[in-house]
Every structure is written in structure tokens, then in C-alpha cells.
């Protein structure tokens, strides 16, 4: 059976090697949304095809693996596992190549392009169903243990059925509070496991109020992106960013999710999208000028490293309104489908999503794993900050990031409609009705 499928594999790299100018423009223009998007969860369930198990590999196995991501802060980790991959099968080489966010994806495209991905690499729920239905992506055999993930993230890595990525990490959204800075602008929190938007409002404007020049009260990027901000609002406002292949920036309740932050800027508790743009939030909340970040788990790992003084912080819940709401997104390790070394890699990305890979993540404080179980250690690399928010959130109220299969096409409709509104040159309904209005075009060309 191993021969057979290595000779199943052997076509397929040479039917790829064969594509045609027409498929690789149409590859081109797909992927080319991608280079534009920044780094970033849920798409088709269903029961997946069946795939069969990559060929064995033992302690004499010889290979050469490229393994990409894009995050400094997870190179402990990433480091910590190729060692232990290599001193199992020590014939294996495993280069790690580490890039930018927005390098990353530009980089991915150009290999992409040239038929040359990385053996291994990280894969985001923007993409995958792009990379996916180019056949870009090798399908995860059948014999994984997906139940030991949380089901948002198996579904998020599931296109038309058949798996693509194994989950590694996940994130969701809540409040870091500087208490130092609340304290000083002489507020107290009301309770944040019950805190309404009114509340959340009324306190931060004491807030801004209290400190004045001092600081900002909130600080979120308006700018990159709805996932540490309005996805998780319009949520909560009972709206919806996309449902069945339509947009759904139109309803009224979407509106009123978009609103919460243009008031909040109109107010002055959040900066001004052009103050964003020169003052990034994380540098911001580091440096103890903001007294709430409205931001994710994954800021955990810079906190710890670069907060001056941690036991200033805690994190709180995000506030509820009809609901409550935090996003939910996580990265996969996927495999490229014409990796010459396809049984290699496939045990590197097992390795690199094993429950041993979830308890170092853990340990490092470098992500939530994705593994069930091994999210104790991460809880407990700072108690003190209560980072078991993150955690409760993707247990009992996470929604999905919103995706389709060209995801950021209609993500950068959202940064040049939505700005300007956030900023309050332009009325958010009408910002929202349009953008609604653009995203069902390129939707329909999905289809």
C-alpha cells in the first residue's frame, strides 16, 4: 500500500508540474488578495474523504523540511519541538524560516506561484479555503484524532469535506486593564462578568475623563481589521458579518455593533483611527498610556516579555449586549500537497500538533493550545492576570471569525469602507450599506 500511494503521489506532483499558463494566472489573481491581507476562524463540516495514512518514516528516514511561520514571540516553541522532532529522527533536517505578518503571505504567494511552497508551514482561517481549492494543501489522513480539538477550529480547517489543517492554537478576545491607570483616574470597574455596553461605556468615559492628556482610556485597532473589535461587538448586537454566502453589513443589528466604536471615538475613550495608525495599541497599552486594550490572547506572550510592571494587569471578560460574544480563531500547520518529502512532513505536522506541542505551548505562554487539556500550564504562567477569560470565552461563547474562500478581498473592503466612518467622516449606516452592497459582488464571484 506504501508504494502505491507514493506512486499516487509521484502523479500528482508531476500533474502540477504540468499546470497550464491559464491555471497559474488564475492561481495569480486568487492568491493575490492574500499578499494585501494581514496575518491572521468557520467553514464546511460534513463528513470528510476518506485519505490514507502517509508512508511510515522511522529513525533513518533522511529528508530536508522547510518550516514556515511568521510570529518571533512562538520561536521558542517552534524551536523547543523541531529538537525534539530531529532527535527522533535524527536524518531529518527541519529548517524553520520565519517572516513577517505581511511578508509572510507575500512570500507564501510567490512560492505559491512558482510551485515551491514550504513543506510545512502555518496556515490561517482567512486563507485556507483558497489555498485548499487550488490544491495547494495536502489532505489530513483519516486516522488523525480530530475530538481532542475544539470543534470550531476542526470546522474552521474543513473544506467540502476533508480536512486540510490540523489546529495548533486558538485565540479569542477580551480586555486587558492597566489598574494602575484606573485607579488613578479614580474609577472603579463594575463587576466585568456581568458589565453591559452601557456600563463599559459609562466607565470608560470616567476614564478618559480621569486621566486626561495622561493616557487613553481604550485603545483597539480600528484600522486592520474586525476581529479584536467590531466582529466581536456586532456579535454580541445580534448582527452577523457573513451567513450563507451573503454579507450581512446591513442589518440594523450589525450597525449597531459597527456604532459602539464610532461613538466611542466620537466620545474620545477610543483614539481616532489616524492616532492608531502612528501609535499601534500593543506600544500603547506596553508603555502604560492606555488603561484598557480591547485585543486577544495572543498579545500574552508580549505582555510577559515586555510589561514593565506585569502586576499591573488583569483580564476581564468583554461586555455583553443581546449576548455575549468573543471571536474565536486559531492557526493550523498544514502540509503542501507536492512536498517531495509528503511523509516527512506529515509526521512533522503531527509532532507539531501533539499534545506534547500543546503542553510546550502552554508552558511558554507563547499561545492556547489547540490540544484539549494542556491549557492549564498557560493559564498558570501569570495567575495573577486571570488569563482563564481567554479560555471560558471559547468554551461558552465564542463565535466563528467570518471566512469564505477569498476572505481578503472583502477584508480590505472593510478597512477602506469602515474607516472613514469609524473616524466619523461618513455615517456608519451608510458606510455599512455599502460595504454590504460590494461584499455580495465579490461573494457572488465565489460561486
Known amino acids: 500500500m506504501c508504494s502505491t500511494l507514493e506512486d499516487a503521489r509521484s502523479r500528482r506532483r508531476r500533474q502540477r508540474k504540468k499546470e497550464t499558463p491559464r491555471r497559474r494566472r488564475t492561481l495569480l489573481t486568487g492568491l493575490g488578495g492574500i499578499a494585501a491581507a494581514s496575518a491572521l476562524n468557520a467553514c464546511g463540516g460534513g463528513d470528510t474523504?476518506?485519505?490514507?495514512?502517509?508512508?511510515?518514516?522511522?529513525?533513518?528516514?533522511?529528508?530536508?523540511?522547510?518550516?514556515?511561520?511568521?510570529?518571533?514571540?512562538?520561536?521558542?516553541t517552534v524551536e523547543a519541538l523541531i529538537a525534539s522532532f530531529t532527535e527522533k529522527y535524527p536524518r531529518i533536517t527541519v529548517t524553520p524560516a520565519l517572516t513577517g505578518p505581511s511578508e509572510y503571505w507575500m512570500r507564501l504567494r510567490t512560492q505559491a506561484e512558482g510551485n515551491n511552497l514550504p513543506d510545512v508551514f502555518w496556515m490561517s482561517g482567512l486563507h485556507v479555503q483558497l489555498y485548499a481549492s487550488e490544491g495547494l494543501l495536502?489532505?489530513?489522513?483519516?486516522?488523525?484524532?480530530?475530538?481532542?480539538?475544539?470543534?470550531?477550529?476542526?470546522?474552521?480547517?474543513?473544506?467540502?469535506?476533508?480536512?486540510?489543517?490540523?489546529?495548533k492554537d486558538f485565540d479569542t478576545i477580551a480586555c486587558w486593564v492597566n489598574q494602575r491607570l484606573v485607579e488613578e483616574a479614580g474609577v472603579t470597574l463594575p463587576d466585568p462578568e456581568t458589565w453591559t455596553w452601557e456600563e463599559f461605556g459609562e466607565t470608560t468615559r470616567a476614564i478618559a475623563a480621569g486621566l486626561g492628556d495622561r493616557g487613553h482610556a481604550v485603545v483597539t485597532d480600528l484600522n486592520i481589521g474586525g476581529q479584536q473589535n467590531w466582529y466581536n461587538t456586532v456579535a454580541q448586537a445580534g448582527g452577523y458579518i457573513i451567513a450563507d454566502g451573503r454579507s450581512g453589513y446591513a442589518d440594523p443589528n450589525t450597525i449597531r455593533g459597527l456604532e459602539f466604536w464610532s461613538n466611542l471615538v466620537a466620545d474620545g475613550v477610543v483614539p481616532h483611527p489616524r492616532v492608531i495608525a502612528d501609535n499601534p495599541p500593543q506600544t500603547v497599552f506596553i508603555s502604560g498610556r492606555a488603561a484598557i486594550h480591547h485585543t486577544g490572547s495572543w498579545e500574552t506572550a508580549a505582555m510577559l516579555a515586555d510589561y514593565p510592571d506585569p502586576g499591573e494587569l488583569m483580564v476581564v471578560p468583554l461586555p455583553r449586549d443581546q449576548e455575549r460574544a468573543s471571536t474565536i480563531h486559531g492557526l493550523a500547520y498544514v502540509v503542501a500537497a507536492n512536498s517531495p518529502n509528503l511523509a516527512a512532513a506529515s509526521a512533522l505536522q503531527r509532532h507539531l500538533t501533539s499534545e506534547e506541542a500543546g503542553r510546550t505551548d502552554a508552558a511558554n505562554g507563547t499561545a492556547i493550545p489547540a490540544w484539549q487539556g494542556t491549557a492549564d500550564k498557560w493559564h498558570e504562567v501569570k495567575p495573577e492576570w486571570n488569563l482563564k477569560v481567554f479560555t471560558d470565552a471559547a468554551a461558552n461563547y465564542a463565535v466563528p471569525y467570518p471566512v469564505s474562500r477569498n476572505t481578503a478581498a472583502w477584508n480590505q473592503l472593510e478597512a477602506?469602507?469602515?474607516t472613514p466612518a469609524?473616524?466619523?467622516?461618513?455615517?456608519?449606516?451608510?458606510?455599512?450599506?455599502?460595504?454590504?452592497t460590494q461584499m455580495d459582488e465579490l461573494l457572488a464571484a465565489e460561486r
Open 49 to 76: 474523504q476518506q485519505n490514507e495514512a502517509p508512508a511510515e518514516i522511522d529513525e533513518n528516514t533522511e529528508a530536508t523540511l522547510e518550516l514556515a511561520y511568521w510570529d518571533r514571540n512562538q520561536s521558542v
Open 416 to 418: 477602506d469602507i469602515l
Open 138 to 167: 495536502a489532505p489530513v489522513a483519516d486516522d488523525v484524532d480530530f475530538s481532542v480539538f475544539p470543534q470550531a477550529m476542526t470546522d474552521l480547517y474543513t473544506v467540502d469535506g476533508t480536512h486540510y489543517g490540523i489546529p
Open 422 to 436: 469609524f473616524a466619523g467622516d461618513v455615517p456608519m449606516a451608510q458606510a455599512a450599506e455599502q460595504l454590504a
